[in-house]
Nanobody
Framework: QFQLVESGGGLLQAGCSLRLSCAASVRAFSSYTMAWFRQPPGNEREFVASISWSGGNTAYADSVKRRFTISRDNAKNTVYLRMNSLKPEDTAVYYC?????????????????WGQGTQVTVSS
């Protein structure tokens, strides 16, 4: 069974940094496109960043470009999201997602497996 477990969320002040982790319990983790989405309070879930199976290709939402960095360690079955210069509008539940070979992109429908989410709250 494919499980994704996020960790690293918390409450912090604007301007601070945070790193989220997502551990996957699956064989052949390196064959999956991985992504982070987030759901702000009262809003729909939105794309944040994605990374290809090799880590060679990444994509970001405009709102997080140059502040967030997605990376992965295939030896540890883990994907990360480094978030710098956090803003109150980054407050959301952050979800990790995995897409089978050939899947991915910036839409939820491109991903086959989801974690339970981790809360990030940024105060001004």
């Amino acid at each position: 069974q494919f499980q994704l477990v996020e960790s690293g969320g918390g409450l912090l002040q604007a301007g601070c940094s945070l790193r989220l982790s997502c551990a996957a319990s699956v064989r052949a983790f390196s064959s999956y496109t991985m992504a982070w989405f987030r759901q702000p309070p009262g809003n729909e879930r939105e794309f944040v960043a994605s990374i290809s199976w090799s880590g060679g290709n990444t994509a970001y939402a405009d709102s997080v470009k140059r502040r967030f960095t997605i990376s992965r360690d295939n030896a540890k079955n883990t994907v990360y999201l480094r978030m710098n210069s956090l803003k109150p509008e980054d407050t959301a539940v952050y979800y990790c997602a995995a897409g089978n070979l050939g899947h991915g992109g910036t839409f939820e429908a491109g991903y086959d497996y989801w974690g339970q989410g981790t809360q990030v709250t940024v105060s001004s």
